[in-house]
């Protein structure tokens, strides 16, 4: 009788224990909020479709949005620990990685998608005419100055032949409009607003300055990838299937960005022909992002040489 009791005891306190393990385990290893940052752009249209389909809902996680106004923010806010995922452009997502910054880049988003626009009337028909001329950009660590400076190679051009000023991506159109800037290069729908309101018209795409370059990318903290693999891999299956939605149903796209944005159904469907979403970190998309960090070695904005295996992850969206 006594041997049973103890037997009984025994078992009770062993069923606790895996019962405490388990808990312990979903509870350490599942995150309780998912906090995103993103810029506001055509760019991250498949995340806000996700949102607002209640995709993330509907799998089961809390995701918060944060909105910021650059990509070099968002990666300080995913080092800091104040975001676990950021949407951000190529350029300071390598720029972080090549500081020491613990990210790594989790997923593609799209290519190219930018493009450099001058007045409707401007006499600047072709790159060489931007000599002396003043041209905004949304900032010195954007994808888009790197890729101004990029096609002014070409020329036998660089930054000193410009003006180049860095401002506020809600106010670049503007700052062409007020004659306060010649030319700027901004990313989609900064691009097309000016053409929709008929105040100035596209130089050049970026997809003419380098074909197919690599442009947005999903970024999260390393301590998140090891702490709550599941939970991220959840996150970017829906990150597929939203982008699949995007490249299925633009139009409707166009609507629901307008809603998310307060842009302009029209100017949308404009612009999103201009980008090419992808979620996949597939062969030919690290081959353009490692193709990219060489050119931004040859302007001076990395100097660290660095491999794949620093900059991906590929084990969510490996393709």
């Known amino acids: 009788m006594k041997y049973r009791l103890i037997l009984s005891i025994i078992c009770i306190i062993a069923f606790m224990g895996l019962l405490f393990t388990s808990y312990y385990y979903n509870t350490t290893n599942r995150a309780d909020d998912i906090t995103v940052a993103y810029l506001s752009s055509d760019h991250e249209a498949a995340f806000m479709v996700a949102q607002d389909q209640d995709m993330y809902k509907k799998a089961g996680l809390n995701v918060k949005s944060t909105q910021m106004s650059s990509g070099s923010s ?5 080092a800091s620990g104040d975001v676990d995922i ?13 500081n020491g910054v613990p990210i790594k880049i989790v997923a593609a988003v799209n290519l190219v998608g930018s493009g450099i626009v001058v007045e409707s009337d401007s006499n600047i028909t072709s790159i060489p005419d931007l000599k002396g001329k003043k041209v905004a950009t949304p900032g ?16 036998n051009m660089t930054a000193a032949d410009l003006d180049i000023l860095s401002v506020n991506i809600f106010i670049i159109p503007e700052t062409l409009a007020s004659g306060k800037a010649d030319a700027y290069i901004a990313y989609e729908p900064f691009v097309t607003l000016s053409t929709y309101r008929d105040t100035g018209r ?47 149903h633009l139009n409707e796209t166009a609507y629901l960005i307008n809603d998310v944005m307060t842009t302009n159904p029209s100017l949308e469907e404009m612009a999103l022909p201009h980008i090419i979403f992808v979620s996949q970190l597939d062969e030919d998309f690290q081959a353009s992002v490692m193709n990219f960090l060489e050119i931004e070695q040859e302007l001076g904005y990395i100097k660290a040489n660095l491999t794949p295996e620093q900059i991906f992850d590929t084990q969510f969206s490996g393709g």
Not at 74 to 78: F, L, P
Not at 86 to 97: C, F, K, M
Not at 141 to 152: F, K, N, R, T
Not at 233 to 246: A, C, E, G, M, R
């Open 140 to 155: 010195v660590s954007s994808i888009q100055e790197v890729l101004l400076l990029y096609e002014l190679q070409k020329y």
């Open 86 to 98: 950021g949407y951000v452009g190529i350029t300071p997502a390598l720029q972080g990685i090549s």
């Open 74 to 78: 968002i990666v300080s806010a995913v």
């Open 202 to 248: 596209v130089l050049m795409y970026s997809d003419e300055i380098l074909p197919n370059h690599p442009c947005c990318v999903i970024i999260a903290r390393q301590d998140f990838i090891d702490q709550h693999p599941q939970d991220l891999q959840k996150f970017l299956d829906i990150h597929k299937n939203s982008t699949d939605y995007v490249n299925a």
